[in-house]
């Protein structure tokens, strides 16, 4: 079962882990929590510190992230190459 402090911890764990600045989506998190006077405790630095519960989240998470970002590599990379072929179309090498 999972409780709030769990997943506030998951999130928060995450997010600091994980942002990748003030603009990032994984940045809101902390404007949520903050919303709720979520405090961490001091001691949560790593996945170690979380609960068996909190752990389950934050993999979660992670797992979630990674996807996400493999999804956007995938996009990224396909752009990347069709703006080559179209490079190459009008400079003429695809004739």
């Given at each position: ?57 934050y993999d979660g998470?992670?797992e979630r992230w ?16 069709a703006a080559v ?11």
């Amino acid at each position: 079962m999972f409780n709030r402090w769990d997943i506030c911890d998951a999130y928060y764990l995450f997010a600091s882990l994980y942002h990748g600045g003030q603009w990032g989506a994984e940045y809101e998190i902390f404007g949520r929590l903050d919303a709720i006077r979520y405090d961490p405790s001091p001691v949560l630095c790593d996945r170690n510190g979380l609960s068996e519960n909190g752990q389950a989240i934050y993999d979660g998470l992670v797992e979630r992230w990674a996807t996400e970002q493999a999804g956007f590599r995938i996009i990224n990379n396909t752009i990347q190459t069709a703006a080559v072929e179209m490079g190459e179309y009008y400079r003429g090498g695809n004739e």
